[in-house]
Structure formats: C-alpha cells, structure tokens
C-alpha cells in the first residue's frame, strides 16, 4: 500500500482495500479521494465511496473489471473509473452520469473531471516518468 496526498487536496492510494458495501470490498490499483471524502481513509482501509478508481488489466483480472468491477464501482457511486489496458496502450475512461458510466471519447490525454484543470498525459504512462505521481506546475499529473 503506497499512499501520496497532493496539496491536501486529494490523496491516491495504491492497492488498498476498499470497502464499498458492508459485503464488498475490492482492492483496486489505483484510488483518488479528494479533500472533501478525506475521512472515508481509514489506517487499514478506505470506508466509502472514493472519487476515483483506476483498474489495470490483465489477462487474469479484465473479466472481472470490464464487469464485476464495473458494476459495483457504478452501484456505489464512484464518479469515474478508468480501465487501463497497457499491452494495448489505451485508457477506458468513464464518467458517471445520472447513476451510469458514459464513456468519453478515447484521447491521448485524460482530462479529470473530478478535478479541475488536471490533465494525465498518456505518453507518460506508456513510456514511464521519473517518479510515479509527478505533478507540473500546469497541473498536469504524470503518472
């Protein structure tokens, strides 16, 4: 479990449990909470519903987040979930709108809309940065 907090704004977490429902914990590769969901991040585990939530596929695990994963993530209200498929090189970015997921148009960069002027570079991610969670001055988050 890594976790990173930016400007006590926003935290990201990696590979920490996430309990969704009083049954449904996944553990996810990557989650964002913003200021505002802060006590959802417990010492152990994160209790609710996180701003974000990104997935990276496997051969092993792309059944499960294309679907199971999905579903729950949208039951729960996770406002926007991201399917990483690295082998392929794209990202799978959707956005809950009125309690379903609408995906956006594929780009080659990632606006959140979470949070404001925040903008991940995909060719960073495909060809790795210097350090993991790298944010420039223009807001723009390579990770």
């Known amino acids: 479990m890594r976790r990173l ?3 006590n704004e926003v935290s990201l977490s990696t590979h920490d449990d996430v309990q969704l429902f009083k049954h449904d914990i996944l553990q996810p590769d990557l989650v964002v909470v913003l200021k505002d969901r802060q006590h959802i991040i417990t010492h152990s585990r994160i209790e609710g519903t996180p ?3 990104v997935e990276i596929l496997s051969q092993s695990t792309a059944t499960r987040d294309r679907k199971l994963k999905r579903a ?3 039951k729960a209200g996770v406002r926007e979930y991201w399917i990483v498929a690295p082998f392929e090189q794209k990202v799978e970015q959707l956005v809950l709108q009125d309690g379903i997921y609408k995906p956006l148009p594929p780009s080659n960069h990632l606006e959140l809309t979470i949070i404001e002027n925040v903008t991940v570079r995909l060719e960073n991610v495909w060809q790795g940065t210097t350090h993991p969670y790298a944010i420039t001055a223009d807001n723009t988050l390579n990770c």
Do not use: F, I, S
Request: glycine content about 0%; charged content about 20%.
């Open 5 to 7: 907090n930016w400007r």
């Open 51 to 53: 701003d974000l939530v």
């Open 72 to 74: 729950t993530y949208q």
